[in-house]
């Protein structure tokens, strides 16, 4: 017992982990707050839909801006994570600093987007960004360089691309550090760079392994180099990150979203001394009934959207790279879900309000389609033992929300007899619905 102890290192990995999930997660919520959202007792159907555009806009480009970089290193990380046998101080110290520097992100980018002229906010910026490249490379170069740390049969291919990939953030850094000394604004929309060399350096990296004929495959815990044409080497070596360390930072922001909601939805009155009925029966007659029966619909709604994608990672036994990218675009999708529900409640106007609401859902429904028509097409990614009938009704469940979207969306257009429905009545039939053929089952 003592000596499986002492082989974890000080602290699991699986620990590790879930406190790197969490902080990621934690990271996200800072980003979103400060997207402005209207208060309560704001009326922004007095406001055009251009001047509240503008308002929001570079709130929403900062959080964009922030959210590709902190979701690039969420790949990273985990991608390195992955490779990971064991925890050792060296790593457990390193990435500690890692985590320290990743919560000042929201911070730096707040500071750049707020002061755009003064070169100060973004040389602190990359500054940030310099340091989690080099703490990221150190804590790679470590364990590359530590067989009693790295997990048995990491290929050769995959040692050399993600060295690669670690020198990418710190140069991309440091040419923002000259860029902002020389007062060019706008300097952190730079790493968008970065995201694409990331891209580019996976694809080109498999295409000459597979052109080279070589693969990686663990036999019995030799390493076998091989080519096969109907994979790709992220499913032959267990998925681009652990499946497991996935799961939980799916959990987090699913937790977030079914939070925020409530936040946003349900408005709270200020402090008063008053004890009688007035305060609490405006309170409540200002609508906030309404408020609360939306509520529930929406938490409804990311309730099925949670149970249809987990029900989908049940029947994925590895996560390849085009997965894991495009979970992160779906996490965005479902991040902005409260922000649009709340601007379609608080106002009248359908257009654009409602319908970008509609497009929310449009596209988290159909992102999440895509991705379990990626994972099951051919079986590369699901288990081989399941069936046919449970791909299709899992597809056929995941149509629900997109179809009913695209009626919605016709409604508040009034392209479709004119007429506009509330959206918490609209979208109580495909919550029906999705019981109905789930019980089927």
């Not at 699991?12 to 982990?17: A, E, L, Q, R």
């Not at 360089?145 to 049969?153: D, E, L, N």
Request: aromatic content about 14%; proline content about 5%; overall charge neutral.
């Amino acid at each position: 017992m003592t000596q499986d102890i002492g082989t974890e290192g000080p602290v699991t990995k699986v620990n590790i982990g879930r406190l790197t999930n969490s902080i990621f997660v934690f990271t996200l919520l800072l980003l979103f707050t400060k997207i402005r959202i209207p208060a309560y007792g704001d009326y922004i159907a007095e406001v055009s839909p251009h001047v509240f555009g503008l308002m929001q806009l570079p709130d929403i480009l900062s959080f964009l801006t922030a959210y590709m970089i902190i979701g690039m290193i969420w790949i990273l990380a985990f991608h390195v994570f992955h490779m990971v046998a064991r925890i050792d101080r060296t790593y457990l110290y390193l990435h500690l600093a890692i985590l320290m520097l990743l919560t000042m992100i929201p911070i730096g980018c707040h500071y750049t987007g707020v002061f755009p002229n003064k070169s100060l906010f973004p040389v602190i910026f990359h500054c940030i960004m310099l340091l989690l490249g080099l703490l990221l490379f150190f804590e790679w170069f470590h364990i590359s360089r530590t067989p009693a740390v790295m997990r048995p049969g990491v290929c050769g291919w995959q040692i050399d691309c993600i060295t690669l990939k670690m020198i990418f953030l710190p140069v991309t850094a440091f040419a923002g550090i000259i860029l902002a000394v020389i007062d060019l604004p706008y300097t952190q929309y730079i790493y968008y760079i970065t995201m694409v060399a990331f891209a580019l350096t996976s694809l080109f990296s498999w295409r000459n392994l597979k052109a080279s004929g070589g693969s990686c495959r663990i036999d019995g815990g030799n390493v076998k180099e091989t080519v096969s044409g109907n994979h790709r080497p992220d499913s032959i070596c267990n998925g681009i990150v652990p499946h497991d360390m996935f799961e939980i930072m799916i959990n987090g922001v699913f937790a977030f979203v079914m939070t925020l909601i409530i936040r946003n939805n349900i408005p709270l009155p200020k402090l008063s001394g008053s004890d009688d009925l007035t305060l609490l029966l405006e309170y409540l007659g200002d609508g906030v009934l309404a408020d609360l029966v939306t509520f529930v619909f929406l938490f409804i709604i990311f309730a099925i959207f949670y149970i249809l994608f987990f029900e989908m990672l049940r029947y994925i036994r590895t996560l390849d790279r085009y997965f894991v990218y495009t979970s992160f675009v779906f996490i965005l999708a479902l991040i902005f879900i409260p922000l649009t529900s709340l601007l379609y409640e608080i106002t009248d106007v359908q257009i654009p309000y409602g319908v970008l609401f509609h497009t929310n859902i449009l596209i988290s429904g159909l992102i999440m389609f895509f991705l379990w028509k990626h994972a099951s097409g051919g079986g590369r990614l699901i288990y081989p033992a399941t069936g046919a009938a449970r791909v299709k009704s899992i597809s056929l469940r995941l149509l629900i929300f997109p179809i009913t979207a695209v009626v919605a969306m016709l409604m508040d257009s009034e392209f479709l007899f004119g007429i506009s429905f509330h959206e918490p009545l609209l979208y109580l039939i495909p919550c029906i619905v999705f019981y109905l053929l789930s019980r089927k089952e």
